[in-house]
């Protein structure tokens, strides 16, 4: 039976319909229910939640609570990698793609490559706010701390010009966030850490490689960067989300982003 076919069936069970109801009657109670099933797959991650947020009631096939398989999204290997969630996670992940491959023409080192690679993961796959902070902590157990220092200070760099570099406020910011867009206080903080620090260049190359437009003629694929995966990502045996990193509840989320409980 395909799923849409499940749904309905469960939706026709849920609409207790009766002989005495006319025609139209029918027909919304159906509606209705189908609205239920529906709000309950399409349950949204806690940090989203609703004050409608639909709590399942006894009478409620298992089937429609999402603990530990996610229908919509494809199924993740056992033990998953670093490339597994390139490609069944953050496809297409263009924009980082494109900056590793940016990074890698204008020769710079695995390690900026790398950091180039991961810098936003965060926004493709858990969550867009703090993505400089929430990336860097993902990949902190499994890669140089010189790669999570440019992954975590990108996110504050990228407001602060670097003309000895030749790197500019970026256009697109003036546009998005206007022209008194002031960066916030913790922001501009951490700023003047990165600045002051021996792995500043390292954050300032990765905004360097930040391409701020999508460019649909450039198409890299994560094989071509599987050299240096491998030289300076330390995969875990277990698989990301299974090892007992500090961490590895963040990797489950994204494997499994709407478990009920
Ligand atoms: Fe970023
Ligand atoms: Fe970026």
């Not at 922001?187 to 391409?211: F, G, P």
Request: proline share 9%; charged share 25%.
């Amino acid at each position: 039976m395909s799923r849409k076919d499940a749904l309905t069936r469960r939706a026709m069970a849920r609409a207790e319909i009766t002989d005495a109801m006319t025609l139209d009657q029918k027909a919304d109670a159906l509606e209705d229910a189908l609205s239920e099933e529906l709000d309950v797959l399409v349950m949204p991650p806690g940090a989203l939640a609703h004050p409608q947020f639909p709590v399942p009631r006894d009478d409620f096939p298992k089937s429609t609570v999402q603990m530990h398989r996610e229908p919509r999204l494809p199924e993740m290997p056992p033990k998953p990698t670093l490339t597994d969630f390139f490609k069944l996670r953050w496809a297409p992940a263009s924009h980082v793609l494109q900056s590793a491959a940016l990074a890698r023409k204008n020769g710079y080192g695995d390690r900026i490559v790398l950091a180039c690679l991961l810098h936003d993961i965060s926004v493709h796959g858990l969550i867009r706010t703090d993505h400089g902070y929430w990336t860097a902590q993902l990949m902190e157990p499994y890669v140089h701390p010189e790669v999570t220092f440019a992954i975590r200070y990108h996110q504050a760099l990228r407001f602060f010009p670097d003309p000895d570099v030749g790197y500019e406020y970026p256009a697109n910011y003036l546009k998005w966030f206007g022209e008194d867009y002031l960066a916030p206080d913790y922001i501009r903080r951490d700023y003047e850490y990165a600045k002051a620090h021996k792995w500043y260049m390292s954050a300032r190359q990765v905004t360097m490689n930040d391409l701020y437009a999508f460019d649909p003629d450039t198409n890299p694929k994560i094989e071509e960067f599987e050299d240096i995966i491998a030289a300076e990502f330390n995969q875990p045996g277990e698989g990301l989300g299974f090892d007992q990193s500090p961490v590895a509840h963040m990797w489950r989320t994204m494997i499994w982003p709407n478990n009920f409980l």
